[in-house]
């Protein structure tokens, strides 16, 4: 019974599923002439064939540096690491900080804010851990870099050496 007409009666059973209709993905085709030689009177025509959308997922992106080509491979893969996850660490410190502060405000059971903060900082030190080991993992990744450069130094610099070594001449001399 609908009161005063605006609302309508409460439903006694769930809504019918209806599933969407899925959007296929056409590939897109671009086809051009072109007449690379002017002295033959043939044309060429290339078919590009380019998918957008869809997919099995979004697509990942490869970590800079993880082919291990070169000492700058290396380098740019260890730097990208430290970096990804000196962040985390202060995300999770920072979440850790903000989750202790709003479980210190919750009393206990009985009312009692007695041994509230004791109960935040039991709960927020296993937080706590996760960025103390994201800050373990970024340090471990400076020092794979220097391990790196301290067993390899004698190849590096056989290497270094096929490039130009040269000193740059000073500028100014003042004697």
Sequence with gaps: MAINGTVPDRPVSPPAFVPK???A?????VNKTRNLNPALNGTLNINVTKVSGGGAGPQQKSVPGSDFLSNEDIRAFCEDGRKKARKRAVERALDAEMLEGRLRNIPDTSGSMGGARARARRV???LRRVAQAEKLIAKSYSALYSAFEREYESELMKIGKGRSQQKPTPRFNWR
């Excluded at 993905?25 to 085709?29: A, E, F, H, L």
């Design 21 to 23: 209709p899925t959007k």
């Design 124 to 126: 927020t030190r296993h």
């Design 25 to 29: 993905v056409q590939p897109k085709s």
